[in-house]
């Protein structure tokens, strides 16, 4: 479980590293440097967030409850389980504003492109980074203002940033102990989790002896040690091999299933947003461009790099009836009847690819086109046409051989109306 502790100004602990004789354990330094930087330990790694202090947030819902006229005395306020957050970031060139709404056992995934702000949006979520506008519940409790540390909020960092010096058990029990358990409680509760993650074996081993599929599950254990309202897990596969991956991806997937509260994810990966997501939450230029549950989102895609990630191609036009006039020009036969504003998506899958112009194209759609480039992709041929349409088209390597495909060859383009998907924009 993640959860070492960061002193604050209410904290006498030391602030030099060394072991606090009043608790018998070893306190990270302070840090001078700002708010943007994460709190590191005494060995340099980042430290984990824990839950709050227990006397820290207030609740200011509900400013003592309303009057209930019926029973003639105040009821608790509303409290609203879950996350409720308007997350403002101003950086200069860059700025953030997207809202997230998650109810407890929801599993969000942040995706989007280099520099989209995923990374930001998760920091300001830890209270790494000061939110310049907006605000940040969690069930109901503002955190605006609370400290890092004091955020009932686990986080499992990219590269894991386990505690070299200290072994499974003690990475995971620093949490605990740092809550207040004591040595004996705390070992228990990191066993107990350990076991969760199939990890009983290898809670004596060092970080440098773990795998990465084990260091991540000993980082998750970490991180859901001081049982957080919000789990916040950055790139959590990406350091993994592929082999390595497939096997955490479904592993994750199962303990987040089982996780009550709010579970936040940044990634790059369409397929482990997919796999490990309830809703998908598509951030570009720091702006929510789309969200919704995964098969939504690869169904009804609306942008180019939403498009590019579920592996489609992606047209925007004016439908008329089956006929959507895309703004570029060329038109596309669609078996949806629509009208007004309207996307076109069909897979690279979809497209036919011919040298001679086909006879009889009756339903099909026929463009001319011409090879841009070629690239191996998986045990596919994917041809990028440029032309009438640009698109891209899936052909095995003996279709691509059959066809003499290279760069600059004129070729003929089909789809079937069948395999397009129209909807509205
Ligand atoms: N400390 C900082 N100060 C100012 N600008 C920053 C800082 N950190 C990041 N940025 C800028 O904020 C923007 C968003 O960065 P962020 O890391 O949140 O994106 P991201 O979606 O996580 O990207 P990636 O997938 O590459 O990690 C970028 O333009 C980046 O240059």
Known sequence: MTNPHHPTDADPSPTDGTPNPAEGRRMPPRRTDGPDT??????????????????????????????????GR?????????????????????????????????????????????????????????????????????????????????VVFQDYLLFPHLSALDNVAFGPR??????????????????????????????????????????????LATSPRLLLLDEPLAALDARTRLEIRAQLRRHLNEFEAVAVLVTHDPL???????????????????????TDIARRPRTDYIAQLVGLNLYRGHAEGHTVRLDSGPSITTTEALSGPAFVAFP???????????????????????????????????ADLTGELPLAADLTTVAAAELDLRPGAPVWATVKATQTHAYPA
């Open 74 to 154: 105040p009821t608790a306020p509303h409290r609203p389980a879950g996350l409720d957050a308007h997350l403002v970031v101003d950086r200069g060139a860059f700025s953030l504003d997207i809202e997230l709404t998650a109810a407890p056992g929801d599993v969000l995934a942040l995706l989007g492109p280099n520099g989209a702000g995923k990374t930001t949006a998760l920091r300001a979520l830890a209270g790494l980074v000061p939110l310049t506008a907006g605000h940040l519940r969690l069930d109901g409790t503002p955190l605006e203002r609370t400290p890092p540390e004091s955020r009932p909020v686990g």
């Open 272 to 294: 482990d947003a997919m796999v490990l997501a309830d809703r998908l939450v598509v951030v570009e230029h720091g702006r929510i461009v789309q969200h919704g549950t995964p």
């Open 38 to 71: 994460p709190p590191a330990a005494a060995d340099g790694a980042p430290t984990p967030l824990g839950p709050p202090a227990p006397d820290h947030e207030t609740d200011t819902g509900g400013a003592g409850g309303n009057p209930n006229p019926a029973e």
């Open 348 to 382: 690279p899958s979809a497209v036919n690819l011919f040298r001679e112009r086909p006879a009889g194209a009756g339903a099909r759609n026929l463009w001319r086109c011409e090879v841009g480039g070629l690239e191996t992709h998986g045990d596919q041929i994917r």
């Open 178 to 223: 740092c809550h207040g358990a004591s040595k004996s409680e705390a070992r228990a509760q990191a066993t107990e989790w350990l076991t969760r993650m199939g990890l009983a074996d290898h809670t004596g081993a060092k970080p440098r002896r773990l795998s990465g599929g084990q260091a991540q599950r000993v980082a998750l254990a970490r991180a």
